[in-house]
């Protein structure tokens, strides 16, 4: 009676030592997981930032190609004026 005792405490235990290494088992990984979204979130941040920089320098390259058509309509009219005009 005492051995069947000690086997079915040892089985109880375990039987609680299984249940708990998957909880903590479980545990891990849903750490791991909030870990790695939280690295994905901070890179999709940085991304983020660099999106609105390379926004930014579209914008002002825009300007520039803009001011460089203008540029170059004025010039290329005081050139047609100048040339087809009498002297």
């Known amino acids: 009676v005492m051995s069947r005792l000690l086997i079915l405490t040892i089985i109880c235990f375990s039987l609680a030592?299984?249940?708990i290494m998957k909880a903590a088992l479980q545990?891990?990984?849903?750490?791991r997981k909030y870990f790695r979204l939280q690295e994905y979130a901070s890179e999709v941040h940085d991304i983020s930032e660099?999106?609105?920089?390379?926004e930014a320098n579209s914008l002002t390259l825009e300007n520039e190609v803009q001011q460089l058509?203008?540029?170059a309509q004025d010039?290329?009219?005081q050139f047609n004026s100048?040339?087809?005009s009498p002297t």
């Open 17 to 19: 030592a299984v249940v």
């Open 27 to 31: 545990r891990y990984h849903d750490v």
């Open 50 to 54: 660099s999106l609105k920089v390379l």
């Open 69 to 71: 058509k203008k540029i």
């Open 75 to 77: 010039a290329l009219q």
């Open 82 to 84: 100048t040339v087809l």
